[in-house]
């Protein structure tokens, strides 16, 4: 459960496995698995991080700044923020790590959500109508998520583990990388 102040909880997991999804229904559902794990009460979801996708403007961002923006001026008490690749890199390295320095009064919390690649594959095939995204190799990607999520848990990020079926069951599960 999230005690006093304010919490940042980042989504994670690769293209397709349904981070936006997932943020929406934790933010409209407090009874959502992934909403009961992290410990919600008032969450809102962060409605930059919904609106740009990819390194086309949000790599130019100020992100961090505006992540603690939309929470100072909204009556929340959790932002959930759909987390993409481009935070953990394009010249500033880790979006995650440079907020919890900058708020370090505040909780910040991490899940992330994997699936094998078959249900990526199909998932991404039945959703994505532009060509590029539906016929995406999701294994080497699926590995570069994971690899990133070994980085940021060696600066002492603990993830909340989720396993997505394709029917949208959330599982939670041990940590994969130890």
Not at 12 to 20: A, H, I, L, M, R
Not at 141 to 154: F, T
């Amino acid at each position: 459960m999230i005690t006093g102040g304010k919490c940042f909880v980042w989504v994670w997991g690769t293209s397709g496995v349904g981070k936006e999804t997932t943020v929406k229904a934790m933010v409209e559902d407090l009874a959502h698995p992934v909403a009961r794990a992290v410990g919600l009460t008032n969450p809102v979801a962060s409605k930059t991080s919904l609106a740009i996708r990819g390194h086309q403007g949000r790599g130019e961002l100020d992100l961090v700044s505006i992540l603690i923006e939309e929470l100072e001026q909204s009556q929340a008490s959790e932002l959930v923020i759909k987390w993409q690749r481009v935070d953990c890199g394009c010249g500033e390295y880790n979006r995650m790590l440079e907020l919890r320095e900058r708020r370090p009064e505040d909780q910040h919390k991490f899940v992330f959500l994997i699936a094998d690649v078959a249900t990526l594959q199909e998932h991404t095939y039945n959703r994505e109508p532009n060509e590029k995204w539906r016929s995406l190799d999701h294994q080497p990607e699926a590995e570069m998520c994971l690899g990133l999520a070994k980085e940021v848990q060696e600066e002492g990020v603990e993830f909340i583990w989720f396993e997505v079926s394709l029917d949208g069951q959330y599982k939670l599960i041990p940590n994969p990388l130890v």
